[in-house]
């Protein structure tokens, strides 16, 4: 057996065997290590519940609203039939601190087999003192009675694990119970909290004032009460926002010492034309911009930077500004964004700044005929084209570039870290510039990019007019959409999906092009655009759009980004709850970018709180860093170190938005810590050198390749 206990394999504890061991393998719980670091997901205030009261909130981080808690003597039991293939058990209690009695109710399938009351008669017997734990539906409170989800016997000495408490709520898989993992988290507390070892130097735990490990990981498990829960909450959310700073730290000290064997010279021979062409002034944010990119661009190390922009601030013409100082010193940009019809939308857009300009650009998608394909990367391999536009497609292995010096990468969070690394391999260390339409608070931008520099267009240019945005029904944004196009004006309708589905109801958009077509548009040119169309009729599409050919374009999501249409003042999106809020502000982004005021309506029935949440956001503001925490809040940040960086961040107890003071705090410590020790190999360091490999270590792998 291992020297350390922590190590043992998790089925030699008390009561978990190799059945339960291989489930909780599914959770990455391998060793007594692993399952004493699986932290609660929330805590519930299992306190006793007045009844009349109800449950109550949880007053402390992370908890949920509590259930109604009660301990009770049994009166009388028994089982009755509730429907034809539904049994109904009733327990009549009397609690032991009310006068009034209260019916704890178990709802089960009949089954021809088994008693399916079984366990709950032998337990459920008159004079049996019991803890009742469930919920108690308004129409039920009155009548006194409770759905019962979990029970215990007073005299069960592991009841206080569940009851009576603030009490662990933890991540589970199929076939483990709450019940079950609080009993094996326990028994874990007690074979190896004794062996738990501090990761942290001690300087830090001084500094920040926090708790032990062998104190705050018993804590966090079960807490004696809400300070305490706090306490050891914010010791493991710092400790993990260390962690994800330090590796931070090492990929931008890594990129910041490789030394690029090329430069840049301003000649002004394609960004002068480039600017006499646009037909607009830059405003001063994005000469701002410009200016920090230039200069990364012209300095010794590669550029690794994020451009973040509001929708609509004008931040594809700043990247295009970049790509075009690459192609005047001879070299060759490529333009990386997620989907295929954003990479015609941009190879589109660009088209448009650069007529007459001797610029040769390049598609690369998915969806070119094989020969065209083959034509094209021999333009690409040659240098014959200078700027290559392109979705995954451009990371792949025949993708051969001649010289390429910059890459930009659009709507950077749907990439991860691996991928920017398969793209900076295509040439020597590329200047990397990353940008995103979600912009962030700078606290936050610590934890999200935390290897990039920063650059924010934080203005609008000039005229620009943000629209007004109201929840309305069908038939008012209908009757404006039909005005605003009598009067010679534009309108998006955007349906969530292409084809109806079975399982959603939700109106498509296929269907609903017809019956907008036929009915309720007749008098007008209705074009549709959808992501399964051809790359020609899609782009056909938005051109026939662009040019004013068509007064109404029905659509899904594919026009979120990249097109910009002056004359349309009116975007309708049908099953709004059904999007997020980013995706909603980006598309009510494609009105607002002509001289006439702007409408967004929003119809939708929104059935849960969260959506309701974000229709009510976006009517409220149009601020996109007050739609971003909103977003975050609603959503989460995405695995911020993983190969994808969309999804459940990979913290377990940090809350980037609340926990902005430990950020800041583990940023200013994870500098000084690898300034003074570049490698952590000092002998306080090296606990945290392991844990910091341990946990990034696939990660860690990519940074030192980048």
Request: proline share 6%; hydrophobic share 40%; aromatic share 6%.
């Amino acid at each position: 057996m291992p020297e350390n206990a922590l190590d043992n394999p998790v089925q030699f504890l008390k009561g978990i065997g190799p059945k339960r061991a291989q489930l909780l393998s599914r959770l990455g719980i391998a060793t007594l290590g692993d399952l004493l670091h699986h932290l609660p997901r929330a805590w519930e205030n299992r306190r006793p519940t007045p009844f009349e009261q109800g449950p109550e909130d949880g007053s402390f981080p992370g908890a949920v609203t509590g259930p109604v808690v009660v301990r009770g003597r049994v009166m009388k039991a028994g089982e009755i039939r509730a429907g034809m293939h539904l049994l109904l058990f009733i327990a009549t209690l009397k609690p032991h601190d009310s006068p009034e009695y209260i019916e704890a109710l178990w709802f089960k399938r009949r089954s021809r087999t088994y008693d399916v009351f079984a366990g709950i008669k032998k337990d459920m017997v008159p004079g049996a003192d019991v803890w009742i734990v469930g919920r108690a539906e308004p129409g039920l409170l009155r009548s006194r009675k409770i759905r019962v989800e979990e029970y215990y016997l007073f005299s069960d000495p592991k009841a206080s694990l569940h009851v009576d408490r603030i009490t662990p709520l933890y991540p589970l898989t199929e076939g483990l119970t709450q019940r079950r993992m609080r009993e094996a988290m326990a028994g874990a507390l007690n074979a190896g909290a004794s062996q738990l070892r501090e990761v942290l130097p001690l300087s830090l735990l001084q500094k920040r004032r926090l708790l032990a490990l062998p104190q705050a990981l018993p804590a966090a498990h079960f807490p004696r009460s809400d300070p305490e829960l706090e306490e050891a909450r914010r010791r493991l959310a710092y400790e993990e926002l260390l962690l994800l700073e330090l590796a931070w730290t090492f990929k931008r000290r890594q990129t910041k010492a490789l030394l690029k064997a090329y430069g840049y010279e301003i000649k002004r021979t394609l960004l002068t034309p480039l600017k006499a062409r646009l037909g607009f002034e830059f405003t001063p944010a994005q000469k701002r911009v410009i200016n920090e990119i230039f200069e990364d661009m012209r300095g010794p190390n590669p550029m690794t930077r994020l451009l973040q922009g509001d929708v609509g601030s004008g931040k594809t013409v700043v990247a295009l500004a970049a790509l075009l100082l690459a192609v005047e010193n001879g070299y060759q940009g490529a333009f990386m964004a997620p989907t295929e019809i954003l990479a015609e939308q941009h190879l589109w857009t660009f088209n448009q700044f650069l007529k007459g300009l001797p610029v040769r650009m390049e598609l690369l998608s998915s969806r070119i005929a094989a020969k065209e394909r083959k034509q094209a990367l021999e333009r690409v391999r040659s240098g014959e084209a200078d700027i290559v536009i392109g979705t995954h497609a451009l990371l792949e292995g025949d993708v051969l570039f001649k010289n390429l010096r910059l890459a930009v990468i659009d709507e950077q969070h749907r990439f991860g870290v691996r991928q920017r690394t398969t793209l900076r391999r295509k040439g020597p260390p590329l200047d990397l510039l990353l940008m995103t339409a979600t912009p962030i608070p700078r606290t936050l931008s610590l934890a999200l990019y935390g290897d990039l520099d920063v650059s924010t267009i934080d203005e609008m240019p000039p005229g620009r007019r943000y629209p007004s945005t109201n929840h309305v029904q069908e038939q008012e944004a209908f009757e404006a959409a039909r005005r605003e196009a009598a009067a010679g004006r534009q309108v998006y309708i955007v349906y969530p999906i292409i084809e109806e589905s079975a399982k959603l109801d939700l109106k498509a958009a296929m269907l609903e092009y017809e019956r907008i077509k036929t009915r309720v548009f007749p008098e007008f040119k209705v074009a549709l655009v959808h992501g399964r169309m051809p790359p020609k009729k899609k782009v056909g599409a938005m051109e026939e759009f662009a040019k004013g050919r068509c007064n109404v374009l029905v659509a899904t999501p594919v026009i979120e980004v990249g097109v910009d249409v002056p004359n349309a003042t009116v975007m309708i999106v049908q099953n709004a709850d059904r999007f997020g809020l980013a995706s909603l502000h980006q598309l009510r982004g494609r009105i607002g970018r002509g001289a006439a005021e702007s409408r967004c309506f929003l119809i939708a029935d929104p059935s849960t709180p969260q959506a309701r949440h974000r229709i009510a956001t976006l009517c409220e503001t149009t601020d996109g860093f007050r739609i971003s925490e909103e977003d975050l809040k609603l959503r989460g940040p995405g695995e911020i170190l993983g190969v994808e960086q969309h999804g459940d961040i990979s913290l377990k107890t940090a809350d980037l938005l609340r926990d902005c003071d430990l950020l800041a705090g583990a940023r200013e410590d994870a500098e000084e810590l690898l300034s003074k020790d570049p490698k952590l190999l000092a002998e306080e360091n090296l606990p945290l050198n392991r844990k910091l490999y341990r946990r990034y270590e696939k990660n860690l792998r990519t940074i030192d390749l980048a």
